[in-house]
Every structure is written in structure tokens, then in C-alpha cells.
């Protein structure tokens, strides 16, 4: 079982970036997804960015799209990264990164191994 960590979290003016990292240790099945996902205080873990190892393939919620940037290079140890642009107060929650095998899916009942987040602060 790959175990995840991720690191890069912290506190951003609006319209400020930060990027995440995710690093992995154990075996990284070629076929994984790897997603990011978001968890503001009372409420649901939604996705919110998706990368698919072994095409490189990437897909973005309405969140996301046009702000923000998943990436994945295993030869360069870079398991997943997430840049995170023109960030608004709405953006602020707990990231984590997760991963599945096999297809992206948007819930996250379906992602097998789970980091323990890294908190994203953006004020107004």
C-alpha cells in the first residue's frame, strides 16, 4: 500500500499561489489515479483536480479549471503537485491527496490511500 504525504500548505493573500506536493513511498501501481481533494470545516471532501498516471491525463472540477494545475513526474520524484493560482477566501480548506486504481472518479469513497492534508489559508 503507497503511503502519501503532502506538504506546501499555508496562509495566502487573494490572488496569491501556492503549490502542493504530494510525496509517496511503497509501491505506485502504473495504472493509479491520483486526485486532490478539498475539505472545508462543516462541510463535504470534494475533488478537485485528477491525474492519471500512465497517460498523463488530467481532468479539473469548475473549481479548478483555469486557476489551478495538477502535475506528476514519477522519474523526477514528483508523485503529484497542485499549482494553485489567483486563489480566492473560498479556496480555504484541508488538501489531500488520495489515490485509486483504474478510472478517476469524483467520490472519494473510491480512493484507496489517503494523506493525512495540509491546511490552505486564503484571506481577503
Known amino acids: 500500500e503507497v503511503q502519501l504525504v503532502e506538504s506546501g500548505g499555508g496562509l495566502v493573500q487573494t490572488g496569491g499561489s501556492l503549490r502542493l506536493s504530494c510525496a509517496a513511498s511503497?509501491?505506485?501501481?502504473?495504472?493509479?489515479?491520483i486526485g486532490w481533494f478539498r475539505q472545508a470545516p462543516g462541510k463535504e471532501r470534494k475533488g478537485v483536480s485528477y491525474?492519471?498516471?500512465?497517460?498523463?491525463?488530467?481532468?479539473y472540477t469548475d473549481s479548478a479549471k483555469g486557476r489551478f494545475t495538477i502535475s506528476s513526474d514519477i522519474a523526477r520524484y514528483n508523485f503529484a503537485s497542485l499549482q494553485m493560482n489567483s486563489l480566492k477566501p473560498e479556496d480555504t480548506a484541508t488538501y489531500y491527496c488520495a489515490v485509486k486504481r483504474y478510472d478517476v472518479s469524483q467520490d472519494p469513497s473510491e480512493y484507496t490511500s489517503w494523506g493525512p492534508g495540509t491546511q490552505v489559508t486564503v484571506s481577503s
Open positions: 491525474i492519471m498516471i500512465k497517460d498523463g491525463s488530467t481532468h
Open positions: 511503497g509501491f505506485i501501481f502504473e495504472d493509479y489515479v
